[in-house]
């Protein structure tokens, strides 16, 4: 498609619990990152895919989130035994090439709630 | 060294005033300056982007002004509508070991009074 799409829009999750969330880069687009965004307003780095290879994965908090870019599948975000400080909006974003002035194509995000 | 800061953390512009956003940053790798806008409930969406070897980008009522030697860059918002009012973000694209990141800034909620 045109847009990133991110799904789902809201997930709650109790404390513990596991929370999955997907992302469908635009069509041709080769990279897709993972961004978290807390109340403040700060935008923290998680990680980045080329293709389905990772490509930078230095903001992933290792022990207990993951991600996957597999062919012909959305893209997933993966956390495990959630906390509450991991409520966040999580957004994705694509680019279509490697390369200075390729600019990143954001989605909604996933606005993640943990009780 | 990876930090991009942005000033002010809110402002208020009449209808047709000038906004202005400036943004400063230590890392001389950085390679790329884009500026976003997020409404609630959206993500954010490329308004324009500069490259260090260029003083100056025009598109529109939005000017990007870029001073390499003190490492800073600033938005400009000309003719502001009420429609402009949202959150904009200055980043900076770190290009060290081939990353692709951005870092942003905290952010600048913009309110533009009719």
């Known amino acids: 498609g045109e847009e990133v799409a991110q799904t789902p829009k809201h997930l709650v999750r109790g404390e513990g619990q596991k929370a999955k969330l997907y992302c469908a880069p635009i069509k041709g687009h080769s990279y897709v990152f993972w961004y978290q965004q807390v109340l403040k307003n700060e935008f923290k780095f998680l990680i980045s895919f080329q293709n389905e290879n990772v490509f930078d994965e230095t903001g992933m908090p290792k022990e207990r989130f993951s991600a996957k870019c597999l062919p012909n599948s959305p893209c997933s975000l993966e956390i495990q035994a959630t906390k509450l400080e991991d409520s966040a909006v999580y957004f994705c974003?694509?680019?279509?090439?490697?390369?200075?002035?390729?600019?990143?194509?954001f989605g909604d995000g996933t606005r993640l709630s943990i009780l | 060294q990876q930090q991009v800061k942005q000033s002010p953390q809110s402002l208020i512009v009449q209808k047709g005033g000038i906004s202005i956003i400036n943004c400063a940053y230590e890392?001389?790798?950085?390679?790329?300056f884009p500026w976003y806008q997020q409404f609630p409930g959206k993500g954010p969406a490329l308004l324009i982007a500069i490259r260090p070897d260029v003083s100056e980008k025009k598109e529109g009522r939005f000017t990007i002004s870029f001073n390499k030697s003190a490492k800073q860059f600033s938005l400009h918002i000309m003719d502001s509508q009420p429609g402009d009012s949202a959150t904009y973000f200055c980043?900076?694209?770190?290009?060290?070991?081939?990353?692709?990141?951005?870092?942003f800034g905290k952010g600048t909620k913009l309110t533009v009074n009719p």
């Open positions: 980043a900076a694209r770190a290009a060290q070991g081939g990353s692709e990141k951005l870092v």
């Open positions: 974003a694509s680019s279509q090439y490697r390369g200075l002035t390729q600019p990143q194509h």
């Open positions: 890392n001389t790798a950085f390679d790329y």
